[in-house]
């Protein structure tokens, strides 16, 4: 495992305390903080490798139980995994399926053992394990792969959020049982719902697994921006300090400055190109909704401050028209701008950090982008 993966903290924010670091793995570096675009399906919808490659993604994500659904994880294996299958050359990060499970089935059954449930598209009944999920993860060859768990719904009790927590942690154990591959790190994720103690002893019950990162899962899922910022408050001086600490499903500007300062070096989220299918570009002066009547003759960048192929070959105007006529091109040109904006805007959190002035870049960022503190 040492050879393949190794974690580096580069430089700590003297007034903030954010970090900045570079994560080794085999197929190459990643330096952090970084968002990780979502390919769920081995692909960022309508984004080639190149396309991926010209923005700048360090790491991609894709989805275990889609892929085990649709094309089968034994065909990806077939293909050389998942980096030939999708000619991706790059680290990816492939999680459990297991958040997949509990917010796709409609029913499912819950046992020490797995999850019941059944196949969203075809209603065949089909049954989780922590080690089933670690097979599929390691026929798709991810450098990055992570623990199954329960993710456990926002507001429920005491009681039942322990019961999940500590279903997670047994999963933890087998599925670290079970997983044999070296050129594969596995990630286990630290659960508990809101409540304090339980994150508490699932972080410190997790880091034992802890080889070169922690995730931290359930955050993010339906409860108040305060509430969730006052669980990484919580947890943030527990983490193991030489790994890279991952918040799962995260990836709106201002959850990510929030998140960066208090100690989060990774994140993933589908919002870049789901907005972008919508007709909406994130921008460094605030959203921009191409629906609107306004830029049906604006013929202006949509961000003068992106260097992107949408941003230096069209106008908002054309933006317009593409995304009023439901044109897929639309939707591939929004979806190219909002990851490398994103990314763009990883890489000057990455420098004020390294200069020590995060707080500062965050508070020109809000004030430009429309955030308030």
């Known amino acids: 495992m040492k050879k393949n993966f190794s974690y580096e903290v580069l430089h700590i924010d003297k007034n903030s305390g954010a970090r900045t670091g570079v994560l080794h793995t085999p197929h190459g570096d990643i330096y952090t903080p970084i968002y990780m675009p ?14 991926l490659y010209d923005v700048g993604a360090q790491i991609i994500l894709a989805n275990t139980y889609h892929l085990h659904i649709r094309p089968g994880d034994e065909l990806v294996k077939k293909a050389g ?3 030939k299958f999708m000619n991706f050359n790059r680290p990816m990060l492939t999680d459990s399926g297991g958040f997949q499970v509990f917010s796709l089935a409609d029913i499912r059954k819950i046992t020490d053992d797995g999850v019941e449930f059944r196949n969203h598209l075809s209603g065949a ?23 199954f768990d329960v993710c456990s719904d926002y507001g429920i009790s005491h009681k039942d959020a322990e019961k ?16 044999k591959n070296a050129k594969q790190m596995l990630f286990p994720i630290v659960q508990g719902n809101f409540y304090e103690d339980l994150r508490l002893k699932s972080l410190e019950e997790t880091k034992k697994y802890c080889k070169c990162g922690i995730a931290i899962g359930g955050l993010s899922v339906g409860e108040p921006k305060d509430v969730m910022l006052k669980m990484l408050d919580v947890m943030q001086p527990h983490y193991p300090e030489k790994m890279p600490r991952y918040m799962m499903g995260v990836g709106t500007p201002d959850y990510i400055f929030e998140s960066v300062q208090r100690g989060i070096d990774m994140f993933d989220c589908v919002f870049q190109t789901r907005v972008a299918r919508n007709g909406m570009a994130l921008t460094s002066r605030g959203k921009v909704v191409l629906k609107q009547a306004q830029y049906k003759e604006d013929f202006s960048p949509l961000d003068p401050e992106c260097d992107c192929y949408c941003c230096t070959h069209h106008t908002k105007a054309y933006l317009h028209h593409l995304v009023m006529c439901n044109e897929i091109l639309g939707a591939r040109l ?21 200069n020590d002035r995060f707080l500062e870049f965050k508070k020109e960022f809000y004030a430009k982008y429309g955030i308030k503190e």
């Open 125 to 147: 009944k089909m049954f989780f394990t922590p080690e089933k999920a670690i097979d599929i993860e390691n026929n798709l060859g991810a450098d990055i792969i992570m623990a």
């Open 334 to 354: 929004l979806s190219l701008h909002n990851i490398r904006f994103t990314l763009n805007m990883m890489q000057n959190i990455r420098d004020a950090i390294n």
């Open 164 to 179: 999940a927590m500590t279903r997670t942690l047994d999963w933890l154990d087998r599925c670290y049982k079970h997983h």
């Open 81 to 83: 995994g998942v980096h």
């Open 38 to 51: 979502v390919g769920t399906l081995a692909t960022v919808k309508s984004l080639t490798s190149d396309d």
